[in-house]
């Protein structure tokens, strides 16, 4: 099964990093977070990926361009202009770079990457992580017969929340839930059938084409309560890289 990632978005909202640089390659420790996720599928069996670029594309196509020459260990014979492999340590990745449009819209990048997909396939995007368990979310998709799968989420409040009785503070919780209401968590499993929700060029996957998935009875919520976050601010990027290097990331399930 493929795995579909989108990876176009100007990330404006964390345009500290991403004047420089597509959101998707901001880094959490020393790896760009479209690698987390990417190991997030392969420790699952899924290495045939799709990503649809946009926003300073290039930059994502260089990176998976000289992947295997970062992380290999070599010898450069300068004189000879040869490069010999000592140790190789790459993922069994297949990386399909796909331009979906600098200023499209999700919808139309999920477009224009039909062709490329099979019956069904992965869809997320370039800026989650998650601690679930992907196949449990296939097998889920596939007893459902539905369209669509979404991993439903419950992300924890954004600030600290404090309980009062008169003027005493009667419980303090630094991270509490939110409102307890469920959320589109980003992470999909979908049949090639929802292509013909996407009829009008440059759609927003999460308006039309999803309402109307969920007009026809044909999404599915596989719902998780487990670790969730997305990267949407510096706050974000700070918290998800404060887990990495303390070795607290939830997410990392995979052997080094």
Known sequence: ????????????????E????????IEIGSKPII????????QFGLNDFIICCGYKGYLIKEYFANYSLHTTDVTVDVSKNK????????EPWKVTLIDTG??????ERIRRIKDYVDDD???????????ANIKHVIKF????????TVLAVKPAGRFGAINIKGDIVDNFLEKPSGDGGWINGGFFVLNKKIFKYLDKKNSIWEKKPLENIAKDRQL????????????????????????WVSDNAPWKSWNE
């Open 121 to 131: 396939f992965c869809l997320t995007y370039g800026d989650g992580l998650t601690s």
């Open 35 to 42: 690698w987390h996720i990417m190991k997030i599928y392969s």
């Open 220 to 243: 599915s919520a596989f719902k998780f309560e487990g670790f969730w976050h997305a990267m949407d601010t510096l706050r974000d990027k700070n918290y998800l890289d404060n887990l």
């Open 1 to 16: 099964m493929k795995v579909v990632i989108l990876a176009g978005g100007q990330g404006t909202r964390i345009a500290e």
């Open 83 to 90: 490069i010999i492999v000592l140790k190789k340590k790459t």
């Open 102 to 107: 600098e200023f499209s819209n999700t919808g």
């Open 18 to 25: 991403s004047l420089i640089k597509p959101k998707p390659l």
């Open 141 to 148: 998709h596939k007893n459902s017969k539905k369209l669509a």
